[in-house]
């Protein structure tokens, strides 16, 4: 394997950042969601998605993409808490989405790696995220790195199934 870039994503890998958004989804939530609505998750859709933010990308969020010559092996995307009443300190990890291919090549930390350099620099002291309580591989490897849940859940619907999703937090 050629050596992994990190930088940030540009309006430009939208398509790419979709696919992977899209296989991981399928890989990560099988027997979570209906298989249906797993296989009918749209590239196109994600890609128009992706698009828009990336372009609308706003001073305080930041899309990185891990890269290994012109595949995007993964990405994170982080910005502004998006919970209620959160104080403009408190950041979000929103998207950590790494190909099934590459899964347990230190990716993921990575790229949480540079996104905390950023927040930090943006003025972020603490970072939360919302995991899927199903999804015991993420929440492993998010406490692992140090995250901890302060158990607020939320309900989660998607393709007609309701899930809970746990909150976690780590200070910057």
């Keep these: 394997m050629k050596k992994i870039v990190i930088r940030k994503a540009k309006p430009t890998d939208a398509t790419k950042i979709a696919r992977v958004h899209v296989k991981t989804w399928q890989a990560a939530y099988k027997g979570m969601f209906p298989a249906k609505y797993l296989r009918e998750l749209s590239i196109p859709k994600r890609t128009a998605s992706w698009r ?3 372009i609308d990308n706003q001073k305080q969020h930041q899309t990185l ?3 290994n010559g012109p595949s995007i092996m993964g990405f994170i995307s982080v910005g502004p808490s998006g919970d ?3 104080s403009e300190k408190i950041g979000e990890l929103r998207a950590l989405y ?3 291919k590459f899964w347990h090549k230190g990716i993921g930390s990575a790229l949480m790696q540079r996104s905390f350099q ?3 620099k943006s003025g972020f002291r603490e970072v939360r995220l919302w995991a899927l309580t199903g999804n015991e591989a993420a929440r492993a490897f ?3 790195k140090g995250w901890k849940s302060d158990n607020a859940r939320k309900k989660f619907k998607r393709g007609g199934v309701i899930r809970t999703i746990v909150r976690y ?3 910057l």
């Design 52 to 54: 828009k933010h990336l």
């Design 84 to 86: 209620r009443g959160a």
């Design 118 to 120: 950023f927040l930090k």
């Design 98 to 100: 790494i190909n099934p």
């Design 169 to 171: 937090k780590i200070k």
């Design 142 to 144: 998010y406490r692992a």
């Design 65 to 67: 993409v891990a890269t």
